[in-house]
């Protein structure tokens, strides 16, 4: 199990979610905000992080 300071110390972060399961929190996830109930929103903060979404988990955020 990795925590989220773990990949925080990562060079780089790839993020790979799919389905419309996971829009809502992909949606969160790239506001920009860190919420302390949603932790994968720390990953926001990486200066090198890739999201990668399937068209089911990126409805919720149109053409970002």
Do not use: E, F
Not at 4 to 30: D, E, F, Q
Not at 38 to 48: E, G, M, N, R
Not at 53 to 60: P, S, T
């Amino acid at each position: 199990t990795q925590g989220i300071a773990t990949m925080l110390a990562a060079r780089r972060i790839v993020l790979v979610a799919t389905g419309a399961s996971k829009a809502s929190a992909v949606a969160r996830l790239l506001s920009g905000q860190v919420d302390p109930s949603l932790p994968a929103s720390a990953l926001s903060t990486h200066p090198d992080t890739v999201v990668v979404v399937d068209d089911d988990a990126h409805y919720l955020i149109g053409a970002r």
